[in-house]
């Protein structure tokens, strides 16, 4: 079992050091998970004492570290320099981590493959002509290649799980709120959050008692459980004991192996004694029409704020400052954020906003009661996080649509607020398939509980690129 | 979608569509909104929208100043500067 202790000091020795630096450069460019690795930059200052003293980690390109660039993948915010540091990452640096690098990612978070992203494609470590997934694949795939033990991620629609999945690693998306999101570049607000990509339950565990927590810098952010003015039919699975699973039923469209994967899965809990029962969640061909209507009404107002003007990409000419921002825009983004801009947009435009908008935030309403309907007969719901394994990159893949559509099973988790891992459950043909526990708000516990378990009988493999000494 | 009120939408996004992908373009975005209509089979009859998943009221904090001391790291990540002004082109 992939734990910690391997980890730490790493980077205090400086000949652990070198090697370590070593192998991440002699891999990496098969994989290809960096925008930036550069840990001497975390090394500048002496490190505090604290229980990750030495330990490397990576940080998707979308959350600010002080001194590392942050480009979300795209054009528009190349060579900008992180003035200041997000809380989650804050956190782990005061216990003695060190970011090494920033990883790769589909622009702005949008998209199932890194493959939007403006600067390079990563590729998954389990087979080099595949994807990593997304939108956290560089993330995803320095962990499974063994060049940090855990890696942070964002999560807006299973930008964390799906590529864990697709890498055969573990991820997690906690409730919404409980880690700040002071210092994550905004997606969609009301359902973006900082998510962890780890090699092990254990880690994971470690990394998210550490970042939890309100902060007075998110006014979204959540005391733990009790806190007022918070539905009061939520919040009351911590500190029990699973017993019941509830697996997602009917006919779900997945490939044969995942099918193969899934059915397998359910039997390996039922060994391990839980009560697993099929359940139905109601609204779920709704999910990912919610979902996009949202995210993307959102994202058209968060991502106004690129102008050219006090940061960012800025045209060669521009006759005056409306055609500068323009320019800036249509030359600094790339093609599905502009599609994304653009849906947004219009679902928020006067005349169409109850039909869409409106429409959509009140049937995500309707999908929060059916979790807690759901949840009233079980204590975590199993689901797939994807219909397919990785797929390869370009043509041969799925299209940017058949991949909005296949996040029907992730994006639940984001509309409801409710916590979510994805854990490897095996190999199908050679690659890795993952799963997804889901559990009421505040219940990660929960799902560490029955992912550790689960572990001792499936343990996750490494990928065969991975050689790491560490790992 | 009308390829009129695409032009408007981009317009309002300010985004100019080069346009040889115009085409290509508003085929992906009547290919979401004919998914977006999906959401009319449900009845939304008496339910309130959710903006936040699991906060129902109105969190404040008083209006406090925290100065950023390192305003220089700001400036300089402008694409042009003079002195500490940000050029842009002329408005008139």
């Known amino acids: 079992m992939s734990s910690l202790s391997s980890w730490i000091g790493l980077l205090t020795d400086p000949k652990t050091r070198d090697s370590y630096i070593h192998y991440v450069e002699q891999l990496e460019p098969q994989i290809g998970a960096f925008i930036q690795f550069d840990p001497r930059i975390g090394l500048k200052e002496s490190l505090p004492e604290g229980p990750f003293k030495g330990v490397p980690f990576a940080v998707k390109d979308i959350l600010a570290v002080k001194g590392f660039g942050l480009t979300c993948g795209s054009r528009i915010l190349e060579g900008f320099v992180s003035p200041y540091t997000a809380t989650a990452v804050e956190k ?72 864990a999945a697709f890498c055969g690693i573990y991820g997690l998306k906690p409730t919404y709120g409980v880690v700040s999101r002071y210092g994550l570049v905004a997606y969609a607000s009301s359902l973006d959050v900082v998510g962890i990509c780890a090699a092990s339950v254990e880690i994971t565990e470690e990394v998210f008692s550490l970042i939890r927590g309100k902060d007075e810098r998110d006014q979204t952010s959540l005391e733990e459980t009790g806190a007022s003015g918070i539905d009061g039919s939520y919040g009351k699975g911590a500190n029990k004991i699973v017993q019941r699973i509830g697996f997602v039923s009917g006919n779900l469209g997945l490939d044969p192996g995942v099918e193969r994967a899934y059915r397998k899965t359910q039997e390996v809990l039922r060994s391990l004694g839980y009560e697993v029962r099929p359940i139905e969640l109601s609204m779920l061909e709704y999910y990912a029409p919610v979902y996009y209507t949202i995210a993307t009404a959102e994202a058209s107002a968060n991502l106004a704020r690129y102008t050219g003007i006090r940061y960012g990409y800025r045209p060669e000419y521009a006759e005056n400052p409306e055609e500068l921002v323009r320019k800036a825009r249509s030359e600094g983004f790339g093609e599905e954020v502009k599609l994304r801009i653009l849906l947004g947009t219009y679902v928020l435009r006067s005349g169409f906003q109850d039909q869409y908008y409106q429409r959509a935030q009140r049937i995500r309403t309707a999908i929060r009661k059916d979790f807690d309907r759901v949840f009233q007969e079980v204590d975590v719901i199993l689901s797939p996080v994807f219909p397919t394994q990785a797929f390869k990159h370009g043509s041969e893949g799925l299209d940017p649509f058949q991949q909005k559509v296949a996040d029907r099973f992730t994006t639940a988790a984001n509309l409801a607020g409710i916590p979510a891992l994805s854990f490897p459950a095996g190999l199908e043909e050679g690659l890795p398939v993952g799963f997804q526990l889901m559990a009421p708000v505040f219940g990660e516990e929960l799902l560490f509980q029955v992912a550790r378990k689960f572990a001792e009988e499936v343990p996750p493999l490494k990928a065969p690129s991975n050689t790491s000494p560490w790992s | 979608m009308e390829l009129q009120e695409l ?86």
């Open chain 2, 7 to 92: 032009r408007i939408t981009a317009a309002l996004a300010y985004l100019d569509l080069e346009e040889e992908k115009f085409e290509k373009l508003q085929l992906a975005v009547e290919q979401m909104l004919q998914y977006f209509s999906k959401m009319m089979e449900v009845d939304i009859e008496g339910l309130s929208p959710t903006t936040h998943a699991l906060v129902h009221e109105n969190r404040t904090r008083p209006d406090q100043v925290f100065p950023f001391e390192d305003t220089d790291s700001l400036l300089e990540n402008a694409p042009e500067t003079e002195d500490r002004f940000i050029v842009i082109p002329n408005i008139l």
């Open chain 1, 92 to 163: 782990l640096q005061r216990a003695g981590a060190v970011v090494v690098g920033k990883t790769n990612m589909d622009e702005f978070g949008m998209g199932s493959s890194t493959d939007t992203s403006f600067y390079k494609q990563t590729c998954n470590p389990w087979d080099l002509e595949r994807v990593a997934g997304g939108s956290s694949g560089g993330s995803a795939a320095a962990v499974a290649s063994g060049m940090v033990p855990f890696a942070l991620g964002s999560d807006t629609g299973g930008s964390v799980r799906q590529p």
